[in-house]
Every structure is written in structure tokens, then in C-alpha cells.
């Protein structure tokens, strides 16, 4: 079984910075990507970023340049950078991993910003 243990969540100032890690285990292959979504209140859950075990990545257009995710494949983690941190950006974060044959969801982190 596999498991998703995220942290890094957490309340920030807008204009502040957060990093998110999440390290998946469970499974001896490694996950073809791994990414970042979000859900806010009343809102239907979005992609953040996401990044293959190659390193090419996909933002949600509104977030770059803010954001950066980047990963350790030797420890099948993968962490989400946040700058500029915008009011809006506040969420609940879900880490996912997508191998060859499922897809796994984390817990999720909340993060909070305050203007």
C-alpha cells in the first residue's frame, strides 16, 4: 500500500513563502509523476504543479512564476517551492502519485495565508 506523507503546511503572510514536501513509500518502482493539487473552499480540486520522474513539469497557468516544484527521485519526494504567496492561494494541498498502473492521494496540508 502505498503512502503519501506530506508537511509543510501552515499559516504565511501574503508575500510570504511556504515548501511543501511529500515522500511516497510502499512501492519498490518509482512513480512515473508526482504532483501538487489544491482545493479551497466551495472549489472543485485544481492543479498546481506536477513533475515526471524525467523532470518535465506542468503548471497551472496562473501559478507560474511563483511556484516551483521540484523532486528527489532517490527519495520519491517531491516539493512544492511557494513565493509571493497570495490570500487566494489558501487551500488544502494534495500530493499525488501517479505510477504505471494507480494513482495515490496524500492526506492533504491546509495552507492558510493572511493578508
Known amino acids: 500500500q502505498v503512502q503519501l506523507v506530506e508537511s509543510g503546511g501552515g499559516l504565511a503572510q501574503a508575500g510570504g513563502s511556504l515548501r511543501l514536501s511529500c515522500a511516497a513509500s510502499?512501492?519498490?518502482?518509482?512513480?512515473?509523476?508526482m504532483g501538487w493539487y489544491r482545493q479551497a473552499p466551495g472549489k472543485q480540486r485544481e492543479l498546481v504543479a506536477r513533475i515526471t520522474s524525467s523532470g518535465d513539469t506542468l503548471y497551472a497557468d496562473s501559478l507560474k512564476g511563483r511556484f516551483t516544484i521540484s523532486r528527489d527521485n532517490a527519495k520519491n519526494t517531491v516539493y512544492l517551492q511557494m513565493n509571493s504567496l497570495k490570500p487566494e492561494d489558501t487551500a488544502v494541498y494534495y500530493c499525488?502519485?501517479?505510477?504505471?498502473?494507480?494513482?495515490?492521494w496524500g492526506q492533504g496540508t491546509q495552507v492558510t495565508v493572511s493578508s
Open positions: 499525488n502519485a501517479h505510477y504505471w498502473d494507480a494513482g495515490y
Open positions: 510502499g512501492r519498490i518502482s518509482r512513480p512515473n509523476a
